[in-house]
Each structure stands twice: as structure tokens, then as C-alpha cells.
């Protein structure tokens, strides 16, 4: 096989982040051919360091809506693939002879991760679970723990009142910064909470700079959250909180994870107490 491979994903940053072990087993299986993948490109764009792929572009280069209206010439930039791998049907209409397209459905069809059921719907070789991490296992930083109260769900949003007694349990024994992005700025800023210690906050803007920034942190406690799969991808000793999301398929991958499920899926039902002690078990595993 020659020329490049293209690889379509649409959807945030865990959309996005699950993709990573699906990116690995094809450059297995052909290894002489460039992966380029279509996205989000600033999500995209955190597995060029790592060599999962050659470029991040984003899909909307790719105008699918004009395939799926029935467009009546194959566009330009279909010559340069021998292989699309998409999650948009409408690909297949680049079909041709010497480019073959598979498609994929993106949906949860099973109770596995959902970076399995991917590689397995494409025929796909996996070796789990380091296929799913963004780098090789590596030591923990010595910086602060991070809190990472946002979530792109609301329901999946553990309460103001529990990242702040979860706080003051952290506090006394390590430094703590949270992490600020623009979803959190645009709900309810963590910077006019009441926490019940000076602490950092953590705003960066870029996501390739924020994954290497996070590196240095000691411990990343999060919600369900692209942000918290990205930490623990990164390996970082990671606590996730998962309320309504089926852990089951959706849980972050990493070498040093665990994950605190609501019972009944009730966030609520999560105490500050049960979290602290998650971050402690995962503090002496690293």
C-alpha cells in the first residue's frame, strides 16, 4: 500500500482522544503509509507529537456535507489517499479504483471500550491496554493535583459544594490547582468559587501546550471529561468521576486510573471522602 491514509473523526475531545488505539493498530498493519486524521484540528493535533499521525486537518476541509448532497465530481484531495477510514458515510462516495474507504459507526454497541469496539468493527489487532495511552508509561510529576470541575455535560458535573470539600481534605497534605477552560469560564468560573485555601488555577488556551503542561502534575482528579482522558492518557495517577456515562465503554485509559462510579448513576451520591481516598490509592500505585 502507498500514498497516505486518512482517518475521519469527528466530535470533541474524548471523541477525539478515544481514536488513539485505532491510530496505533493501523500503523501496524502499514507501517510504510503516512496517517493523516480529520477532526477537531487543536484535538487532532495532540497525536502528531506522539507519531500517531503525520498531520492533524480538520474535517471540515473535507466539505462531507457536499458528498452526502450527491456532489458529482470526487474532490481533489481524495487523489492523495489509497485508504479513508471515516465515521461519515457520505466518504464513501470517494470510493474508487486504488482508494478504498471503510466506514465505521462511532456508537457504543457493546459493554467494552468504546477504542475496542472501533478497532474491532475495522478488523483491527490491539495491544491493550497500551494502545489507548498517548505516551509510554512515565513517572508522575511532583507538581499539584489538579481539579478539573468541568465537563461538556452538565450532568456530568460533580457539584461546586464537593470540589470544595474535596479541597479541603487535598489541602493540608499537598498543593492543589484547578483547571480552568472555556466551558467552566462560560458556566460558572471556579475562580470566584470559595475555596477554602489559596490555590492555583490553571488556563491555557492551546491543548498540545495544556497536555504537556499536565504532565507535571502529581495527580489529576476530573469529571468525565475529554480533559480527564487526556491526563490519564498522559500518565498521569488519574481519579475520574463517572455519573451517568457508562464507564464501562467510556472510562479513560491509562497506566495508573480509577475510576469512581455514581451509584444508580447519582453524582450526588459520591462523597468528597470516597474521592480523597481514590487519589490516595492512585498517589501509592504510581
Not at 117 to 128: C, F, H, N, P, V
Amino acid at each position: 500500500m502507498s500514498r497516505r491514509l486518512l482517518v475521519v473523526r469527528r466530535g470533541g475531545l474524548g471523541d477525539t482522544l478515544l481514536m488513539a488505539p485505532v491510530l496505533r493498530a493501523l500503523a501496524r498493519r502499514y507501517p510504510q503509509v503516512a496517517i493523516d486524521f480529520a477532526g477537531v484540528r487543536e484535538f487532532a493535533a495532540l497525536f502528531v507529537p506522539q507519531g500517531l499521525c503525520a498531520r492533524a486537518v480538520s474535517s471540515e476541509d473535507f466539505a462531507t456535507w457536499r458528498l452526502a448532497a450527491g456532489a458529482n465530481a470526487i474532490p481533489a484531495w481524495a487523489e492523495a489517499y489509497a485508504l479513508v477510514v471515516a465515521d461519515d458515510p457520505a466518504l464513501l462516495a470517494v470510493k474508487a479504483p486504488g482508494r478504498d474507504v471503510v466506514c465505521f459507526d462511532p456508537r457504543p454497541q457493546a459493554l467494552m471500550p468504546l477504542g475496542q469496539q472501533i478497532a474491532a468493527e475495522l478488523g483491527l489487532t490491539l495491544r491493550w491496554p497500551q494502545d489507548a495511552w498517548l505516551v509510554p508509561q512515565s513517572r508522575p510529576g511532583t507538581g499539584p493535583v489538579l481539579l478539573a470541575p468541568g465537563s461538556g455535560g452538565r450532568a456530568k458535573c460533580w457539584s461546586t459544594a464537593q470540589w470544595l470539600s474535596l479541597a479541603a481534605l487535598l489541602l493540608p497534605h499537598t498543593e492543589v490547582a484547578v483547571v480552568v477552560g472555556p466551558t467552566e469560564i462560560e458556566r460558572d468560573d471556579p475562580r470566584r468559587w470559595e475555596w477554602p485555601a489559596p490555590v492555583q488555577f490553571v488556563i491555557e488556551h492551546d491543548v498540545v501546550a495544556f497536555a504537556e503542561r499536565m504532565r507535571s502534575a502529581a495527580a489529576f482528579v476530573g469529571n468525565d471529561s475529554g480533559t480527564t482522558h487526556l491526563a490519564a492518557m498522559s500518565g498521569v495517577p488519574t481519579v475520574a468521576l463517572f455519573g451517568p456515562s457508562v464507564a464501562a465503554v467510556f472510562a479513560p485509559q491509562g497506566p495508573c486510573v480509577e475510576v469512581v462510579c455514581a451509584p444508580e448513576g447519582n453524582l450526588a451520591a459520591i462523597t468528597p471522602i470516597a474521592v480523597e481516598a481514590a487519589w490516595r490509592r492512585v498517589r501509592q500505585a504510581r
